[in-house]
C-alpha cells in the first residue's frame, strides 16, 4: 500500500491510498497554502494520468498564480502519462519533475515567483516509490 497525504497544523486536508482505505485519485494534485496560519486556501486536481487536456489546465492554473503564492504539488498513484504540457512550468517553480517515469512519485512546495524557495523530493520509478515515498516537511513563520 502506498498513502499520500498533505498535512497543515498537524491534520490530514487530503490524504489518498493506493490499495488502501483512501481515495485513489491519479495523477496530480495541487494546494494553495496561506501562510499566515497554515490553511488551505484552495484545493485542484489534474488527472494527468487519463486525460490528455489535464496538463495544459495544470500549466495554466500556476501561470495565472501571483507571486509569493505558496503551492504544494503532489503527485498520486500515476501522474506522469499525461504531464508533458505541464513540466517545463513544474522546472520553471524549481519542480523539474521531468525525469519522473511511470508510478515514480514526487512532492513539492513552492514559492511562486521566488524558485530558490521550493522544496522538491521526487522517486523516479515505480519501485523507488514503492521502496521510498517522497516527503516534504515544511514550517512557515508565523503558522
Not at 491534520?11 to 501562510?35: C, K, R
Request: hydrophobic content about 40%; overall charge negative.
Amino acid at each position: 500500500m502506498k498513502y499520500g497525504y498533505l498535512k497543515l497544523n498537524g491534520e490530514a486536508v487530503w490524504q489518498q491510498s493506493f490499495l488502501g482505505e483512501h481515495p485513489n485519485e491519479l495523477g496530480s494534485h495541487m494546494f494553495i497554502v496561506d501562510t499566515s496560519d497554515c490553511t488551505l486556501q484552495e484545493y485542484r486536481y489534474y488527472n494527468t494520468y487519463a486525460d490528455a487536456t489535464a496538463a495544459a489546465r495544470l500549466r495554466g492554473f500556476i501561470q495565472g498564480l501571483s507571486d509569493g503564492t505558496v503551492l504544494v504539488g503532489v503527485s498520486a498513484d500515476e501522474a506522469s502519462i499525461y504531464l508533458e504540457k505541464a513540466k517545463a512550468t513544474l522546472t520553471g517553480l524549481g519542480a523539474d519533475v521531468s525525469d519522473v517515469g511511470y508510478r515514480g512519485a514526487w512532492a513539492f512546495v513552492a514559492v511562486i515567483g521566488d524558485q530558490s524557495q521550493t522544496v522538491l523530493d521526487k522517486e523516479l520509478t515505480e519501485a523507488s516509490a514503492t521502496e521510498r515515498q517522497p516527503v516534504i516537511t515544511v514550517y512557515f513563520a508565523g503558522a
